[in-house]
C-alpha cells in the first residue's frame, strides 16, 4: 500500500511538528508541514496529498476564516482529488459560522476545533482517506 500523503498548513509550528512525530514511521500516511499560507497551493501541487488540514490561527494575517477557506480553494484548485480539513477555534463565532457554511456548500470535507483530541483528529483523517 502506498503511503497517503496529508499537507498541514498551520501557523502553530509546535503542533504541526507534533503531528508528523506522532505518525514517525507509519506505513499508510505522510504529514507534511507548511507554515507560509500563501505558498500551500503550490506546496500541494508538488506534494499531492490527499488531505490538507488548515488551522485557522487566533492571530495574525490569516486570522480569517475566509481567508483560510480561499487557502482552501486554492489547494483544492490544483489538487482536485484532495479532502479539506479546517481546524478552528470553538470560541470564535464569526470563524465557526463562515465553516458551518463552508461545509453544507461542499467547499470544505470536514472541520474540527482546536479542543478536539489527537485520536480525534486522525480518526477522521482515516476516515477520509479510508484506511484500514
Known amino acids: 500500500m502506498s503511503?497517503?500523503?496529508?499537507?498541514?498548513?498551520?501557523?502553530?509550528?509546535?503542533?504541526?511538528?507534533?503531528?508528523?512525530?506522532?505518525?514517525?514511521?507509519c506505513?499508510?500516511?505522510?504529514?507534511?508541514?507548511?507554515?507560509?499560507?500563501?505558498?500551500a497551493g503550490l506546496?500541494?501541487?508538488a506534494y499531492q496529498p490527499a488531505v490538507v488540514v488548515v488551522e485557522v490561527p487566533e492571530?495574525?494575517?490569516w486570522r480569517s476564516a475566509e481567508k483560510c477557506l480561499e487557502v482552501a480553494d486554492s489547494v483544492r484548485g490544483r489538487v482536485a482529488t484532495c479532502r479539506v480539513v479546517l481546524l478552528?477555534?470553538?470560541?470564535?463565532?464569526?470563524?465557526?459560522?463562515?465553516?458551518?457554511?463552508?461545509?453544507?456548500?461542499?467547499?470544505?470535507?470536514?472541520f474540527l476545533f482546536y479542543e478536539a483530541s489527537v485520536h480525534y483528529l486522525f480518526s477522521k483523517l482515516e476516515s477520509l482517506l479510508r484506511i484500514e
Open 43 to 45: 506546496t500541494a501541487e
Open 59 to 61: 492571530a495574525g494575517a
Open 27 to 39: 506505513e499508510h500516511l505522510a504529514l507534511l508541514a507548511e507554515p507560509d499560507y500563501a505558498s
Open 88 to 110: 478552528c477555534p470553538e470560541s470564535d463565532a464569526e470563524s465557526c459560522r463562515q465553516i458551518v457554511a463552508a461545509k453544507r456548500a461542499n467547499r470544505i470535507d470536514d
Open 3 to 25: 503511503k497517503k500523503h496529508i499537507l498541514l498548513v498551520m501557523q502553530r509550528r509546535m503542533l504541526a511538528d507534533s503531528l508528523i512525530a506522532q505518525v514517525g514511521d
